[in-house]
């Protein structure tokens, strides 16, 4: 049991053993193509074209040394700034932690620092050098912060040091080259006297310094071993410990002579970049070895390297003669393209015996290491010109297929196998090892092995499609696709010269139509991607299904290609897109999209494809060339990064007025603007300083007191609001970066002042006129009251006189409307009684006739009661009474002045007076008083004997005249 223990433990290590020399060896495998780099010309950024140096500032923008001033880049704009004098030409710049941007040119230097609003105000510090030293200066080459924050600028002939006050000058003994300040200490170069160091305000040669006499010192850098990194314009470089010099990097002295060395920066993962006068950038290891080399048409747009600068994520900033550059050095991806030799768009690669051969629209490369940089560098295969379309190892030799025909690749060119043009993909049988199929444009041609190569032996009949990829499932089924025309499975006969069991599978067996549907093993299965969706085969229904697993995780969109690597991760290209399936820890399958946005515009959008050679190497076609993928490269993201507000104007019709720029927010703090009301269209531009693909940037914003919620993320860096009402408005932004890394918000308050009438001085200017206009209103009206009661009583005075008549007339007007009044009632309440006794006197009459006509003496009794108290009712006192009263106010006391003057008279012949005065008809005096018209003519008669009238004289004008 010891033994066998043991046997398992020795077994175990070996395996282990054999699993890290496999690591170790694929690790020393990885690929090295051209990095991802962007060029910037005059052109783009609208400058001069020289640029010397660079820097990053403190808002995260990139600041240049330009031929032209300052120029600036916050990742999306472009602005160069001025000195304001004959000649803008900068040299070097210096960022300080302040903000302050410090700058030397052509007899000049001075700083950049922000006004209020945000904009840089240059401030010129030659004014401060005393005159009477007579300072003789020509470039400022470098500018050093020092360890007491004081400033250092060096030119040749003189040093200034600045404390932010005052100005101090150094002028050296013998004249200097360059000076540098490392660790404390602030070296310069002499021709005649070699290496110096400033001890107060003079210089004074160090231990060994001598070595560099009549050469030009054009870096000194930190180096490891508390040592110093020298290196000389002449290609020499020296590790200098403080005592003496020792030569460094001897290997490299001949292509540093030739190339130049304008400057050195150690980098952080300790390599060390090389920056040449003709050569363009290397980057080379601590012992001394070329490991990337950049140049002229090899990923930099001019071979002058002046200024470098390294991002915390790695990626360096290089400035040249003409343009600027930006190397990716922190990115997974790197390029076959050009720049190494590789011509056209990518659509094959394979790795044989060690070297990478790839195959375009233009023909086969062969990748070779390049002796000192180990970069590849492709050379074209003789005779493969025309449309790769696979590369393909069989049995230890190396085939290759494309447009015009099948090829086997040899060490110095390529022998055509078969001319049948347009040679697909080779796939060899699993019934018999010693034949291969591969399809072309017409059919199938079959291959037999002879002699340890693969010739072709006939086409197959029975089939003349095109079938781009074919595969064969475990029923030694052969599937084959067609772009076009849907899929197709058939059986090899027995005598291997035609098909049979063909059959044909679209849009009627279940796919969504007969276009674009590839296949793809995975996993040991069959998967066809469809126009949309992915789906199997199931053979128990003959048609096909769509497959759960893949439809869940990657949605309906159309997968136009699908491979695996060795460790089961399932690439895909969906709508030209790249990503990966793979298992989590906890064992769940995740989906991996964000690594590849940054590569997606380049990959090729016409046979698309993903070559998984192993761990460390994924090529990915491209439209030039291929895409090299390095899955165990670590970049260093970018993890907090805030938006700037680049600009904020205030506008209205016809103004415009700019009221920030380049804000940046210190940790808990808001930037407070105050607008007037004039000026309340408002456009705000914003930018997050990611130079990683800056061009995928996204940002979502809002306004807090006008927007209800956050907009969508879109790459819309600028937001305008418009007629903006009085208030406190909060604008929020936060950007989104290439690697989806969210940035905190950035915030700054607008206050928008009411208009000058809702203003508060004018709501108090209104109610003080109200208070003033209301004091006056009422003393005016105080006044005039007081004449008018003057006046009142002045008149009153003389109107009393004659308010007699007046009271009296109103008075006989009020009784005439009272009398009119009554008169009314009157004349109402006759011809109600008129009415009421008439219709009593019709209902008398008819009882009378009704009294004739009744014999029982019961009866006759009881009509005579009620005809009785009818006629009671006709003649009732209390109505003439009342009658009476009116009548009198009327016709001013009628009845009382008629029955004192004829006493005489009866009731009844004063009620027919009355009823003359009111100038009633004889028939309806006869109603009035249940009478006849007769009796009542007799009764004027009487009447009138009785009042003692004559005959002439007419009753009714004798009554109107009481």
Known sequence: MKISSRNSYLRLGLLFSLIFYYQSLSAQRVFKGVHLTKTYSSLDYQSGSKNWEVTKGKDGSMYFANSAGLLEFDGKYWQTYALNRPNNNLMSLLATTDGNIYVGGQGNFGFFSKAENGQLQYTDLTVKIDSSLNVQFDEVWDIYELENSEILFCSHNALFRYDGENLKVILPQTPTFYSYYVRGKVYANSWSLGLQELDGDSFKKVKGGAVLEQQTVRSIVPFKDDQLLIATLEGNMYLYDRKELHPWANSLHTIFENSMINIVRVLKDGKIAVGTQNNGLFIISDEGEIIHHFNKGKGLNDRIVYGIYQEKNGNLWLTHNEGISYVELNSPFTLFNENNGVEGAGYAAKVFEGQLYIGTSNGLFKGNKHPQTHQLEFEFMLGSQGQAHEIEELDGSLYYAQHNGAFKIKKDGVEQLSNKNGAWNYMKLLEDENFVLQGFYGGIILYEKQNKTWKPVRQLKGFTESPRLMAQDENHFIWASHGFKGVYRMKLNAEKDSVEDLRHYGKDEGFPSNLLINMYKINSRLIFCAESGIYVYDETSDRFVKDDFFNQLLGEERVSYMTEDMNGNIYFLQEGKLGYIQLDKFGNHKVERKKFFRINPMICDNFDRVVPIDLHNILITSKDGFIHYNPSFKPNNQKEYQVSIREIKAMNGTEEEIVLQKYLPEANKIKTINLPFELNNIELSFVAPNFEGSEFVEYQYILDGYDNRWSKWNKTSEQRYTNLREGTYIFKVRAKNIQEEVSFETSVRLIIKPPWYRSNWAILCYIAILLTSSGVGIYVVRSHYAREQQDLMEETQYQLTQ??????????????????????????????????????????????????????????????????????????????????????????????????????????????????????????????????????????????KKLGLEKEVKLKDFILTL
């Open 803 to 944: 308010k007699d008549g007046q009271i009296k007339q109103l008075q006989d007007e009020m009784l005439k409307d009272q009398i009119e009044s009554k008169n009314r009632e009157l004349t109402l309440s006759t011809m109600h009684l008129t009415q009421k006794n008439a219709f009593l006197s019709s209902l008398q009459e008819d009882l009378q006739k009704a009294l004739k006509g009744v014999d029982q003496k019961l009866q006759q009794k009881e009509l005579k009661v009620l005809i009785k108290r009818i006629e009671k009712d006709i003649n009732d006192s209390k109505e003439w009474e009342k009658f009476e009263e009116h009548f009198d106010f009327v016709h001013g006391d009628f009845f009382k002045k008629i029955k004192n003057h004829y006493p005489d008279l009866t009731t009844q012949e004063c009620k027919i007076c009355g009823y003359i005065r009111m100038d009633m008809s004889t028939k309806d005096i006869a109603n009035t008083l249940n009478m006849s018209v007769r009796g009542v003519e007799t009764s004027r008669y009487r009447l009138k």
